[in-house]
């Protein structure tokens, strides 16, 4: 699949396929092995409790730490100041906490799996922004609240109508999930899209996006009018834009009198977000077109409506993160960014690069073009963060300083993403596809270093949990493990979860029927065996009826 920076604009898609396993290749393995030399990495501790029809709930904690380094200048990019700032004017970055949580529903013989729902949520922290924090976090325990009040009547629903259909008792029945992206966070702003999908039987789910966006200064919930100068006028240019870009785009997707339901958004709140490129306005399924048509964004550029809006609210500001898409100009104060993208439709690749005025470097040629994030730091430093798929989710995430007007590459970390988790500004949670007994997603904290590198920060990569029976893994032989500090041997038939791993040689289990917890020792084969996993000396397929790695 096909992703796009903004996911929202493939959300119908994107939907469909979080239903399925995370897959990867062989290659995951020997890419995941080659990042084992950053320092630390980021655990999440996993819960377990009945809820709803006979539940189970696990837990991950995925937490965004910033640089709060005091140096220069945190002007916001493209402004043209050349007035000093003193320490005492530079801000410290949010500190952006996110969690995500699952839960699984059965039946009570236990049988077959009625429902599974993943949640995010997410904290905000920092000094200087108490109002924000607080209101943020009083927003997130409401919204959290909810969701979960929801599923609980879904599961129930489920339970209710299971007999009526034809199920696989290996695959869950209804899906309910929320999904938060943080598009922008600085000084002025904290911008989120809020996924909300449920899938209830039938040819489809349902889904539809939300935003809210947070005054950084007073932490009130921005409407539209609040960011504008001119609301007349920003809305006769806003509105004659998206029309010609939905009909330019979608064509006769449309539904007849599209452009009549554009000038109706200004009646009522819009959803739109802010990032480092503009504003965008989000349509979903049914409200411009067909189902099929996903869900439509449009981003007015600054350089159209910036002239409407209130000048803090124009581009980033500051210390902070915004996202930015592909072959955009970007204004900073090294000069003006683009991260170009050439479609090759003979050859499927695409050749990636990133642009700083008149400077090209090649980043490479992928099948496809993920997400783009621009990164001020406390410091003064400006970092374009991108990642990018050779094929099949097979990923690279760069790290490029853009600092001194020049573009320098400062790291390259093969099999990891920006499809989930938080990017503030110095400190980010990505995700790591991770070969260890078995293709995991994993969640892992980086910073950015004094060297400009990306850095883990914690020791072990936390695995994403979900409720698939063949992540459970059943031993065939008895496995010789660590349990408490001590060495110990779990029998034939004992059924395990793998919950993370260092990527260096251990990795962490819950055993599935007792919760017992423990770690297992490997290391890996030799030339000719270098994607086979070894355990006290004997192959991995070895000990397990089996192993769930993709291909």
């Known amino acids: 699949m096909e992703k796009k920076r903004r996911r929202l604009t493939v959300c119908f898609i994107l939907i469909m396929s979080l239903a399925l396993t995370a897959c990867g290749t062989s290659s995951d393995r020997n890419a995941s092995a080659k990042e084992t030399e950053a320092s630390e990495t980021e655990t999440t501790e996993q819960e377990t409790s009945g809820t709803g029809t006979s539940g189970e709930e696990s837990s991950a904690a995925v937490q965004t730490e910033t640089d709060s380094e005091e140096s220069a200048e945190p002007e916001s990019l493209g402004a043209d100041s050349e007035t000093p700032v003193s320490e005492d004017d530079v801000k410290e970055a949010l500190k952006v906490t996110s969690e995500t949580t699952y839960r699984n529903w059965y039946s009570e013989d236990g049988e077959q799996w009625l429902m599974q729902a993943e949640c995010d949520s997410i904290q905000v922290q920092g000094e200087g922004c108490d109002l924000l924090c607080e209101a943020v976090n009083l927003w997130n325990e409401e919204q959290t609240a909810s969701f979960w009040e929801s599923c609980e009547e879904l599961a129930e629903e489920a339970a209710e109508s299971i007999g009526e259909v034809e199920t696989d008792p290996d695959s869950y029945y209804y899906d309910s999930r929320r999904e938060i992206e943080v598009t922008r966070a600085d000084e002025s702003v904290l911008s989120l899209t809020i996924l909300s999908y449920s899938y209830v039987g039938g040819v489809h789910g349902d889904s539809g996006y939300t935003s809210v966006n947070f005054s950084a200064e007073s932490g009130e919930i921005l409407t539209l009018n609040d960011i504008l100068e001119d609301a007349d006028g920003f809305q006769e240019t806003a509105q004659a834009y998206i029309v010609e870009k939905l009909g330019g785009e979608y064509g006769d997707e449309l539904f007849e009198g599209y452009e009549e339901t554009v000038a109706s958004m200004w009646e009522t709140e819009p959803v739109w977000y802010l990032d480092a490129e503009g504003i965008t306005f989000i349509f979903n399924p049914y409200e411009l077109g067909p189902y099929s048509m996903g869900t439509a964004c449009v981003t007015c550029p600054y350089d159209e409506v910036?002239?409407?809006?209130?000048?803090?609210?124009?581009?980033?500001?500051?210390?902070?993160?915004?996202?930015?898409?592909?072959?955009?100009?970007?204004?900073?104060?090294?000069?003006?960014?683009?991260?170009?993208?050439?479609?090759?439709?003979?050859?499927?690749?695409?050749?990636?690069?990133?642009?700083?005025?008149?400077?090209?470097?090649?980043?490479?040629?992928?099948?496809?073009?993920?997400?783009?994030?621009?990164?001020?730091?406390?410091?003064?430093?400006?970092?374009?963060?991108?990642?990018?798929?050779?094929?099949?989710?097979?990923?690279?995430?760069?790290?490029?300083?853009?600092?001194?007007?020049?573009?320098?590459?400062?790291?390259?970390?093969?099999?990891?993403?920006?499809?989930?988790?938080?990017?503030?500004?110095?400190?980010?949670?990505?995700?790591?596809?991770?070969?260890?007994?078995?293709?995991?997603?994993?969640?892992?904290?980086?910073?950015?270093?004094?060297?400009?590198?990306?850095?883990?920060?914690?020791?072990?990569?936390?695995?994403?949990?979900?409720?698939?029976?063949?992540?459970?893994?059943?031993?065939?032989?008895?496995?010789p493990v660590t349990i408490d500090g001590e060495a110990a041997v779990l029998p034939e038939g004992s059924r395990i979860r793998i919950t993370g791993t260092d990527n260096a040689g251990t990795a962490y289990f819950t055993e599935e029927d007792t919760g017992e917890t423990g770690s297992i020792s490997y290391e890996y084969g030799d030339e000719e065996n270098v994607w086979e996993l070894y355990i006290d000396g004997v192959s991995e397929y070895e000990y397990f009826e089996m192993l769930p790695y993709a291909g």
């Open 306 to 479: 910036g002239g409407y809006m209130k000048d803090n609210y124009v581009g980033l500001q500051g210390t902070g993160s915004a996202q930015f898409s592909e072959n955009t100009e970007i204004k900073t104060e090294s000069g003006t960014v683009t991260v170009k993208m050439e479609v090759d439709e003979d050859y499927g690749m695409s050749p990636i690069s990133v642009c700083l005025d008149e400077e090209s470097v090649s980043v490479g040629e992928f099948g496809s073009f993920g997400e783009a994030c621009l990164l001020q730091l406390a410091d003064g430093r400006s970092f374009v963060l991108l990642d990018a798929d050779y094929m099949s989710d097979d990923y690279v995430t760069f790290l490029y300083e853009i600092t001194d007007g020049t573009i320098t590459l400062r790291s390259s970390l093969e099999s990891v993403s920006l499809e989930r988790g938080t990017v503030s500004a110095g400190a980010m949670t990505l995700v790591m596809r991770l070969g260890v007994l078995g293709n995991y997603d994993s969640l892992m904290e980086y910073e950015i270093g004094e060297d400009g590198t990306l850095a883990q920060t914690e020791e072990v990569f936390e695995i994403l949990q979900d409720g698939y029976a063949w992540h459970i893994l059943t031993l065939v032989k008895e496995l």
